[in-house]
T-cell receptor
Framework: QKEVEQDPGPLSVPEGAIVSLNCTYS??????FMWYRQYSRKGPELLMY????GNKEDGRFTAQVDKSSKYISLFIRDSQPSDSATYLC?????????????FGKGTHLIIQP | GAVVSQHPSRVICKSGTSVKIECRSL??????MFWYRQFPKQSLMLMAT?????????EQGVEKDKFLINHASLTLSTLTVTSAHPEDSSFYIC????????????FGPGTRLTVL
């Protein structure tokens, strides 16, 4: 079993829809959870950073962490065509900048105009 | 702020040659830099952690003699792929940890290496 599982998609939704992206993991030591957005042939860009369980909201993005289920989610409201990208979840058992991160494969998201 | 650059963005080389990739933090000091590799449709995989002024720490399965890492200053780390082979063809991405913002890594744009 891989440490982080993420459906690679592609996930295609119409503009304006609510998007739900998810990852599951097996390492109970993970405490820091991140979501990155990656455009084709570019480096990842940090979207959300959360510690332990709970919710965090930033504009149209909401990140949820359920450590008891080892499950994290990213919700995108009022999705736009510019949100089309690959979304990577990443995790760490120390502060997210202290050690290297463990990434999921990424979900390719397509927002249809 | 928090910009990380990589050079070159793309390189094509012949099998058996060595290739050097540079990673620079442009507007912050990075005590730690990380090197990742990403194969098509795969996760970013951590290769090594590089701390300024000390030897890099390599992940299991990564050959330290093949992937030479030098972190000579607080703004520059280099990755040299020695005696490159076609199976080394990949997307190499570095990230840097801001000395002042401990919890976040900033990623470079990546370098696409193709070995013929």
């Amino acid at each position: 079993q891989k440490e982080v599982e993420q459906d690679p998609g592609p996930l295609s939704v119409p503009e304006g829809a609510i998007v739900s992206l998810n990852c599951t993991y097996s390492n109970s030591a993970f405490q820091y959870f991140m979501w990155y957005r990656q455009y084709s042939r570019k480096g990842p860009e940090l979207l959300m950073y959360t510690y332990s369980s709970g919710n965090k909201e930033d504009g149209r993005f909401t990140a949820q962490v359920d450590k008891s289920s080892k499950y994290i989610s990213l919700f995108i409201r009022d999705s736009q065509p510019s949100d089309s990208a690959t979304y990577l979840c990443a995790m760490s058992d120390t502060g997210g900048g202290a050690d290297g991160l463990t990434f999921g494969k990424g979900t390719h998201l397509i927002i249809q105009p | 702020g928090a910009v990380v650059s990589q050079h070159p963005s793309r390189v094509i080389c012949k099998s058996g040659t060595s290739v050097k990739i540079e990673c620079r933090s442009l507007d912050f000091q990075a005590t730690t830099m990380f090197w990742y590799r990403q194969f098509p449709k795969q996760s970013l995989m951590l290769m090594a952690t590089s701390n300024e002024g000390s030897k890099a720490t390599y992940e299991q399965g990564v050959e330290k003699d093949k992937f030479l890492i030098n972190h000579a200053s607080l703004t520059l780390s280099t990755l040299t792929v020695t005696s490159a082979h076609p199976e080394d063809s990949s997307f190499y991405i570095c990230s840097a940890r801001d000395r002042e913002n401990y919890n976040e890594q900033f990623f470079g744009p990546g370098t696409r290496l193709t070995v013929l």
